[in-house]
Nanobody
Framework: QVHLVESGGGLVQAGGSLRLSCEAS????????MGWFRQAPGKEREFVAR????????AYADTVKGRFTISRDNAKNTVYLQMNSLKSEDTAVYYC??????????????WGQGTQVTVSS
């Protein structure tokens, strides 16, 4: 397992942008698929995006496709989520997670503490 710490959340107006970061410590970061999830009040946690260990393969939820971009810098042990054209329905606590499987199998075994994103309309 790895220790994950998210940052970058905050309050933003609708149409604005935020970039979330998730720094990992522990074992070899490049060996992990990384994912972003979110949970809004009263709702279940949902998948947002994921990226392979090399960074060459990504996937997105339909609700964020074209607006959000996941990327990673393995030299910095960090994965990012660039969020553009934010909507009020993007308001949630955002979590990053690590999946040690290769290829990615959505078997996340490490989770961060979450960072709050609030989009005002």
């Amino acid at each position: 397992q790895v220790h994950l710490v998210e940052s970058g959340g905050g309050l933003v107006q609708a149409g604005g942008s935020l970039r979330l970061s998730c720094e990992a410590s522990g074992r070899t970061f490049s060996g992990y698929c990384m994912g972003w999830f979110r949970q809004a009040p009263g709702k279940e946690r949902e998948f947002v995006a994921r990226i392979s260990g090399s960074g060459r393969t990504t996937a997105y939820a339909d609700t964020v496709k074209g607006r959000f971009t996941i990327s990673r810098d393995n030299a910095k042990n960090t994965v990012y989520l660039q969020m553009n054209s934010l909507k009020s329905e993007d308001t949630a606590v955002y979590y990053c997670a690590a999946d040690p499987s290769n290829p990615c199998r959505s078997q996340y075994d490490s989770w961060g503490q979450g960072t709050q994103v609030t989009v005002s309309s």
